[in-house]
């Protein structure tokens, strides 16, 4: 017994040294991007704080999937580069029309609703860099953000918010008031606040009125991200009501925290052979005594 508990043992402590240093490594990329204040990343993502941004974030994003990887089972890992998609299509589609949200986390807490904040956290930042070589360099920095919305999603979902309709816009607007003080610093010194869509205007509008730079990129963010998280929780919450439960209890972070209520755990069932009705035993039990 004691052979086989060292090496589990042993397997936690690595595992969560590997997610510590990946938390490490992106808050350090971070702070790089918010001290140095590269505003080259603007302008393309093969720059040299671009390349920074894209080393830091997706060593991070590695460092934390071998963290969790024994908790990932093939569904989460089949459905990882789907929700990416779903983030960087709604996403673009949202930043052309100009809306004053952004929309592009939906797959990022689908992910951790149904697998877990790490799982979360990796989907979030993949998204934002594969999106930052592809097709827009502003992305690339504001991976943190998906950071924060993969964690606070994935514990949100541990304690319950996605069983009840009505608490999922409360946990995304609560999230969404973190997302905004971490994005500010990156849309104030490394965009200079035009990060584009219809929050540039907002910006401009509280320039206008007296407020610096970070001021002005902070009351959008406060404006923005709630409203913009909430309904994206929101989205999410319906998509998991959608979903069979059968699909939903594939996933051991569901079975393990209950994440839908206990009522939706799949129940093991015995073969239809050997399966019996209270009535056919009882007429069994019966045949056995009249033979006695």
């Known amino acids: 017994m004691s052979s086989t508990a060292v090496p589990a043992d042993s397997k936690k402590v690595r595992n969560r040294i590997f997610i510590a240093l990946g938390t490490i490594i992106i808050i350090a990329t971070y702070l790089y991007l918010v001290v140095g204040q590269p505003t080259d990343i603007a302008k393309s993502s093969f720059s040299q704080a671009g390349l920074i941004a894209i080393a830091g974030y997706v060593i991070g994003a590695i460092l934390l999937a071998v963290g969790a990887i024994h908790r990932l089972p093939t569904a989460t890992v089949a459905m990882v580069p789907v929700a990416i ?22 797959g990022t807490i689908l992910v951790s609703a149904l697998a877990g904040p790490a799982a979360g956290v990796v989907t979030g930042i993949l998204t934002n860099v594969i999106w ?7 992305a690339l920095p504001y991976a943190v953000v998906q950071v924060v919305i993969g964690v606070m999603a994935g514990y949100a979902a541990r304690i319950g918010v996605f069983r009840l309709f ?33 929050t540039g205007a907002i910006v401009g509008a509280f320039q206008a009125m007296g407020q610096s730079l970070l001021g002005a990129t902070t009351l959008q963010g406060l404006m923005s991200d709630p409203l ?65």
Not at 132 to 138: K, Q, V
């Open 132 to 138: 930052g070589l592809t097709l827009s360099p502003i």
């Open 228 to 292: 913009d998280k909430a309904i994206t929780f929101t989205i999410v919450v319906l998509i998991l009501a959608a979903l069979p439960s059968r699909f939903r209890n594939r996933f051991p972070f569901v079975r393990e925290y209950h994440v839908f209520g206990r009522k939706n755990q799949a129940l093991p069932t015995l073969p239809a052979p050997a399966q019996k009705t209270a009535d056919a035993v009882a007429a069994d039990v019966a045949d056995a005594t009249d033979k006695k």
């Open 85 to 106: 998609a779903l983030n960087i299509v709604v996403g673009q589609l949202v930043s052309v029309i100009g809306i004053p949200v952004y929309l592009d986390s939906i």
């Open 166 to 198: 009505y608490l999922a816009p409360i946990a995304g607007a609560i999230t969404g008031l973190v997302c905004a003080i971490v994005s500010a610093p990156i849309s104030a010194f490394v965009f200079g606040g035009a990060t584009g869509g219809g």
